[in-house]
C-alpha cells in the first residue's frame, strides 16, 4: 500500500522533471512571452488580433520613422543597395538622422515592411505603429529564450526556468517590449554580450587571439544599438586581464578589432568620414536639451538628480519575490577548491566566480555611472533597464537555492504553493496594471499609490494616453474643437497623435501643445500627468474645470481629459497664483512648461515611389 502511494505520488513529479529537463523549455517559454506581449499592443485599433496596448509614446514614432526610412530605402533601391556608394547615399539622405545607430531601429522598419505589405493598412500611408511593435514583442520572445538557456547552461533547469520568469514578469521590462522602441533591443543585445562571453570564455584556462572574435562581434552588435553599450568594454577588459594576465592582451585586441569593424561596416552614416562622425555621435550625447526628473516630491534638471536615484529606483521597481531572490543567487558562487573536488554535474547549482564576476560587472557599472555627478539620468529606469536581464539570471540561481531549500524544511506541497505565490503576485500586479506596466512600483514603497505619495513619478512617456481611454472620452469632444496636450516634449508628438494613435479615427480635431500663455487657449486638454513637467493651471486647476475622463491605477491618476471653464470676459484664470507643488508631492515644484527639444529631426517621410 505504502508502495503504491509512493507511486502515485512519483507519476506528477515525474512529469514536472521530464518538463524541466527539456532542452526546449527555453525556447517554449520564449514563444509563450512573445504572445503574451503580442496579445496587447495595438495603439490605435489597428489590428483584430491584438488588444488594446499602451499609449503612443513620446519618441516611437520618431524610432519607427527611422526604421522605416532604412528598411524602405534599401528596398527601392534593389540590388543596388549592396553597393557602398547607394547605402553611403542613404545613411546621407535629408531623411535621416544619426542619433542612434541603425540597429536598434532596424527590426521595426523590418516588421512594419513585412506586415504593411501582407496584411495592408488602411489609412496609413507608410507606416503603422502596432506592426512595428511586433519587432519588440519578438525581441523579448527572444531575451526569455536567452537568458533562460545561458542559466539552465550553467546552474540547471529550475535555475533557467526561475530566469526566464524573472525577466518576463518584471513589469517594467514587459511594458517596454510593447513599444515600437530600441531598448528591447538594447536589452537583448546587451546580454547576448555578456552571456555569450561568459559562456565562451570562462571555462578556457589559456586563451588564443582567436578567441576573442565571437565576442567581439556580439560587442560590435550592442555598440550598433545604442550608446549603453559603451559599459561593455571596460567591464570585459578588466575581466580578461584580471584572469588571463597578458595571455589576455591578444584576444583582447582581437575583441576590440572585431567590435570596431562591425560597428563601422554595420552603419554606413560613419563611413564618409568616420573620424570626426564617430566622435560626433558621442558627443551628441553629452549636448543636448535639458530634460527633468521627478523624484521625491521634487524637479531635478537631469543632471542635476541625487547620486542614489538608479539604485533606489531598481530596487523599488522590481518585483520583491525577484529583488529577494536575485541577491541570494548572486551570492552563490563555487570557489575554486570547490570546483576542484566537485563532480562536473555538481556544477549544475552555482556560478562560478570567474563568471559571476563579469555579471556583476555588467550589471553595477550602468548604475555606478549614473549615479556619477552631472551625468544626465531621467525617465525612471529606461537609461540603465540593461541591468535587469543579467539580474534575471541570479534570480533564476536564488529562485533554485530557494525551492532545495524549501523542500529540505517543509514538504513539496508548501514548497509548490511558495512557488505559485511567488509567479501570481507579480502576475496580479501586472493585470491591474495593464497596459501600464511602467508605473509599476513593488511593494517596499506600497505600490504605484505608495510611490505617488512619496513624490515619484507615476507616469513618464505617454503611454498612459491608451487607445480605450482616447475612444472613450472621444463623444465627449465636440467635433471640429481644439485639444491641448500636456505636456509635449518632441515637436514630432503631435503629429505622431494625429496619425498614429487612436485619434486617427478624430481627424477633425486640431491639436496643439497646451500654453495656458496664450489669449485663446484650447478648452480640452489632454493630460499627461508627468509630474516633471507640470503646468500649475492644470494642477490646480481653476474653478468650473470638470474632469471628462481619467486613467486610474491603483487610485493613482495617470491621465485624463479636462475640460477648461467657458471663456468669459476678463482672464480665463484669475490672478496669477503663486508657485504650488503638484498635490501628491510633500515638497513644492517648480511649475514650469515642459521643455521642446530643439535638437534636429528627420523630415516626415514620404510615401515610395
Request: aromatic share 12%; proline share 9%.
Amino acid at each position: 500500500m505504502s508502495g503504491s502511494t509512493k507511486t502515485h505520488e512519483a507519476t506528477p513529479a515525474l512529469g514536472v522533471a521530464s518538463f524541466l529537463s527539456s532542452p526546449w523549455l527555453p525556447a517554449c517559454l520564449g514563444l509563450l512571452a512573445f504572445f503574451s506581449v503580442l496579445a496587447s499592443i495595438d495603439v490605435a485599433q489597428d489590428v483584430a488580433w491584438s488588444a488594446n496596448g499602451p499609449g503612443l509614446t513620446f519618441d516611437e514614432g520618431l524610432n519607427v520613422e527611422g526604421g522605416v526610412y532604412v528598411v524602405e530605402s534599401v528596398l527601392r533601391s534593389g540590388l543596388s543597395a549592396a553597393h557602398p556608394a547607394t547605402m553611403s547615399d542613404i545613411f546621407n539622405g535629408k531623411s535621416y538622422h544619426p542619433d542612434y545607430p541603425p540597429l536598434g531601429r532596424l527590426p521595426l522598419g523590418l516588421a512594419n515592411a513585412v506586415l504593411f505589405r501582407t496584411i495592408g493598412a488602411d489609412g496609413h500611408e507608410l507606416y503603422v505603429i502596432t506592426y512595428a511593435r511586433v519587432a519588440s514583442a519578438v525581441l523579448f520572445g527572444l531575451l526569455v529564450t536567452l537568458v533562460s538557456a545561458f542559466t539552465r547552461d550553467r546552474a540547471g533547469p529550475v535555475a533557467g526556468l526561475g530566469a526566464g520568469l524573472a525577466i518576463w514578469l518584471t513589469p517594467r521590462v514587459f511594458a517596454h517590449a510593447h513599444l515600437a522602441s530600441v531598448e528591447t533591443m538594447m536589452n537583448l543585445t546587451y546580454a547576448a554580450c555578456v552571456l555569450f562571453t561568459v559562456y565562451w570564455l570562462a571555462d578556457r584556462k589559456t586563451l588564443r587571439a582567436r578567441d576573442g572574435i565571437l565576442p567581439g562581434l556580439f560587442l560590435g552588435l550592442a555598440l550598433l544599438t545604442k550608446i549603453q553599450a559603451v559599459f561593455l568594454p571596460p567591464v570585459l577588459a578588466i575581466w580578461i586581464l584580471y584572469y588571463w594576465r597578458k595571455e589576455g592582451i591578444l584576444p583582447l585586441l582581437t575583441l576590440a578589432g572585431t567590435s570596431f569593424v562591425v560597428f563601422l561596416l554595420g552603419w554606413p552614416w560613419l563611413w564618409s568620414d568616420p573620424l570626426h562622425r564617430f566622435f560626433e555621435y558621442f558627443a551628441q550625447t553629452t549636448d543636448r536639451v535639458t530634460l527633468y526628473c521627478y523624484y521625491f516630491g521634487r524637479r531635478y534638471a537631469d543632471r542635476d538628480v541625487p547620486w542614489h536615484y538608479p539604485f533606489v529606483m531598481f530596487m523599488l521597481t522590481t518585483p520583491l519575490p525577484a529583488l529577494a531572490l536575485g541577491c541570494w543567487g548572486a551570492t552563490q558562487e563555487k570557489s575554486r577548491k570547490h570546483l576542484r573536488s566537485s563532480r562536473s554535474r555538481e556544477r549544475q547549482f552555482k556560478l562560478t566566480r570567474k563568471e559571476n564576476q563579469l555579471l556583476l560587472g555588467a550589471f553595477a557599472l550602468p548604475l555606478v555611472v549614473f549615479a556619477l555627478p552631472k551625468v544626465p539620468v531621467y525617465d525612471g529606469e529606461r537609461l540603465f533597464l540593461v541591468v535587469w536581464p543579467i539580474f534575471a539570471v541570479w534570480t533564476g540561481i536564488g529562485a533554485k537555492h530557494a525551492i532545495d531549500w524549501a523542500r529540505n524544511k517543509w514538504n513539496d506541497q508548501i514548497t509548490t504553493l511558495f512557488v505559485a505565490i511567488a509567479i501570481l503576485v507579480p502576475l496580479w500586479t501586472m493585470s491591474v496594471l495593464q497596459p501600464c506596466q511602467l508605473s509599476f512600483y513593488n511593494t517596499i514603497i506600497g505600490g504605484l499609490r505608495g510611490a505617488s505619495m512619496a513624490g515619484l513619478e507615476p507616469t513618464y512617456w505617454g503611454d498612459s494616453l491608451t487607445p480605450k481611454f482616447l475612444q472613450r472620452i472621444s463623444d465627449d469632444i465636440p467635433e471640429g474643437a481644439r485639444v491641448g496636450v500636456a505636456p509635449v516634449l518632441h515637436p514630432l508628438y503631435l503629429e505622431g497623435l494625429r496619425k498614429d494613435s487612436w485619434l486617427r479615427h478624430r481627424p477633425d480635431l486640431t491639436l496643439v501643445a497646451y500654453d495656458d500663455k496664450e489669449p485663446n487657449p484650447p478648452q480640452y486638454v489632454l493630460v499627461i500627468r508627468r509630474h516633471a513637467d507640470p503646468w500649475t493651471s492644470l494642477t490646480k486647476k481653476a474653478p468650473g474645470t470638470v474632469t471628462v475622463g481619467e486613467v486610474e491605477r491603483q487610485s493613482v491618476q495617470l491621465a485624463e481629459l479636462v475640460k477648461l471653464p467657458d471663456p468669459k470676459p476678463g482672464p480665463l484664470v484669475p490672478d496669477p497664483l503663486p508657485a504650488e507643488p503638484v498635490p501628491a508631492s510633500p515638497v513644492p515644484v517648480t511649475p514650469q512648461a515642459a521643455p521642446i527639444p530643439d535638437a534636429p529631426i528627420p523630415a516626415i517621410l514620404a510615401p515610395a515611389q
